[in-house]
């Protein structure tokens, strides 16, 4: 499923097929990510917003729903992967 995981509409459209017990997932990786130059000083603003909403926010509001949905069905896995810059 192609998402643009910095969009509102994007990210419910995700959580709707995670909700959808026809197609039940398994296993949710969350390795979305992107480099963030420049400061928050400044016009970067919204690419500091755009990164926390993919690389934080996405995270939590999938992760939710995947593990309601795994723990109902006593089976499934999330895998949290980071950069070596979260070091």
Same mark, same amino acid.
Do not use: C
């Given at each position: 499923?192609? %998402?643009?995981?910095? *969009?509102? =509409?994007?990210?419910?459209?995700? @959580? /709707? ?17 992107? %480099?963030?130059?420049? *400061?928050? =000083?400044?016009?970067?603003?919204? @690419? /500091? ?17 995947? %593990? ?10 999330? @895998? ?8």
């Amino acid at each position: 499923v192609a %998402a643009d995981l910095s *969009s509102t =509409v994007d990210v419910e459209h995700l @959580i /709707q097929i995670i909700q959808d017990d026809s197609r039940p997932v398994d296993v949710l990786v969350n390795n979305a990510g992107f %480099a963030l130059h420049g *400061s928050l =000083v400044g016009k970067t603003q919204p @690419i /500091q917003n755009s990164g926390f909403a993919v690389m934080a926010q996405t995270i939590m509001n999938l992760s939710g729903p995947a %593990a309601e949905k795994m723990r109902s069905r006593s089976y499934g896995q999330i @895998i949290n992967v980071a950069s070596t810059s979260a070091w």
